[in-house]
């Protein structure tokens, strides 16, 4: 493997994974959480969940809206940046990690769900298994901004 390094000494095949990384997990938490947070009945109604019956959770769901739409802001800003921040990857995959490994409890304890949401759940791990073991390895190199 070439040693050819980026500014911030990570190889920049690394570098460019992280990137492409950073923008798929980014546009994926702002579609969903501006989804979420701006149509809720909506997106979840794509899911066979009926939140119409339920005017109460709309405040729940709204939140969590938010918090993924802030944090997808995050993840596609900090590719404007030299080098991204270790702290970005980590709010990346606190949100894909506990959401996933949240789809799998259900899974386990109370059925299985519409195929969009085990897809979901698939992807969430995916993404924040990925994340984190990026962090690990920066972290590992201390080559990371913090």
């Not at 997106?43 to 802030?70: C, K, M, P, W």
């Not at 304890?109 to 993404?127: F, K, R, T, Y």
Request: some cysteine.
């Amino acid at each position: 493997m070439a040693r050819d390094c980026s500014a911030g000494g990570e190889p920049v095949m690394a570098a460019k994974g992280l990137q492409a990384l950073m923008l798929v997990g980014g546009l994926v938490l702002l579609g969903v959480g501006g989804g979420i947070l701006f149509a809720p009945g909506v997106f979840y109604e794509a899911y066979d969940i009926d939140l119409f019956a339920q005017t109460g959770l709309y405040s729940e769901v709204r939140a969590n809206g938010a918090t993924l739409l802030i944090a997808g802001t995050l993840m596609l800003a900090s590719l404007f940046r030299r080098e991204i921040p270790s702290g970005v990857i980590l709010v990346g995959a606190v949100i894909y990690l506990p959401h996933g490994l949240g789809r799998l409890f259900s899974m386990l304890v109370d059925g299985l769900p519409a195929s969009g949401l085990i897809i979901a759940a698939v992807a969430e791990l995916l993404l924040g298994l990925l994340l984190l073991r990026a962090l690990c390895w920066r972290l590992k190199r201390g080559t990371g901004a913090h």
